[in-house]
């Protein structure tokens, strides 16, 4: 069984930023593509960022630009960095884990228990 941990959700004012954090137990954790998703209040779980294996990265457009994510094999561990935040980014942010990087839900075998970030305006 492979456990995702989250952690770094918090309240942030217009403009502000937060790291988040995901620690994986797994031991395939280095050879697996890594995203991050989120679900606003009222809408569609969403696609945010993911990063491979190798480090490549894939933002959505609404993101771009001002979020960052990046991963440490060693510690098993995955990151998104969120600066310039807006009201729009509010929602629960979830970890995920799958064998390739994807855009879909379906595309991950493993997830978080996902972390609230608010973003007051």
């Known amino acids: 069984q492979v456990q995702l941990v989250e952690s770094g ?4 004012q217009t403009g502000g930023s937060l790291r988040l954090s995901c620690a ?3 031991r395939t954790f280095s050879s697996d593509a890594m995203g991050w998703f989120r679900q606003a209040p009222g809408k569609e779980r969403e696609f945010v960022t993911a990063i491979r294996s190798g480090g490549s990265t894939y933002y959505a457009d609404s993101v771009k630009g001002r979020f960052t994510i990046s991963r ?3 510690k098993n561990t995955v990151y998104l960095q969120m600066n310039s935040l807006k009201p729009e980014d509010t929602g629960i942010y979830y970890c995920a884990k799958g064998r390739a990087i994807s855009s879909s839900w379906n595309g991950y075998d493993y997830w978080g228990q996902g972390t609230q970030v608010t ?3």
């Open 9 to 12: 959700g918090g309240l942030v």
């Open 24 to 26: 994986a137990s797994g």
């Open 72 to 74: 440490d094999n060693a």
């Open 119 to 121: 973003v007051s305006s």
